[in-house]
């Protein structure tokens, strides 16, 4: 059994090595998880049969990584996502004068001479 988790953390760390050569290689990365997931299995079996894996196999490159995902932030990226996407609607698809990008227009006054080119004029 101990042997059967020497070859198999070998084989993990071998598969750690190609996939932090390449990181964005998903084929890689879905192999190195599976590869750890195997070897998670392995170290349950091996807890059972009173061994102790934590003192023989210490390095934490062989099991799979914890994920967390805090959902406020996943909700507050989605929101974020919807907003982002409703900006890119066409004219057709906006209701009327409450457009988004249809900006109201400014108040010029025309007896306002030199400045008459500004906003409120002098």
């Known amino acids: 059994m101990l042997a059967q988790g020497r070859a198999l953390a070998a084989s993990v760390l071998v598969q750690y090595e190609r996939f932090t050569r390449c990181p964005h290689n998903l084929q890689e990365s879905k192999h190195l998880e599976y590869m750890q997931d195997q070897f998670l299995k392995w170290e349950r079996e091996a807890v059972e049969c009173d061994i102790p894996t934590r003192k023989e196999f ?65």
């Open 58 to 122: 210490p390095d934490p490159r062989l099991r799979p990584v914890i994920k967390i995902v805090v959902e406020r932030s996943y909700i507050s990226e989605r929101r974020a996502h919807a907003q982002a996407m409703s900006i890119w609607k066409t004219a057709d698809e906006c209701d009327g004068p409450r457009a988004p990008f249809r900006l109201a227009r400014k108040q010029y006054r025309s007896e306002s001479g030199f400045w008459s080119g500004m906003p409120g004029g002098i």
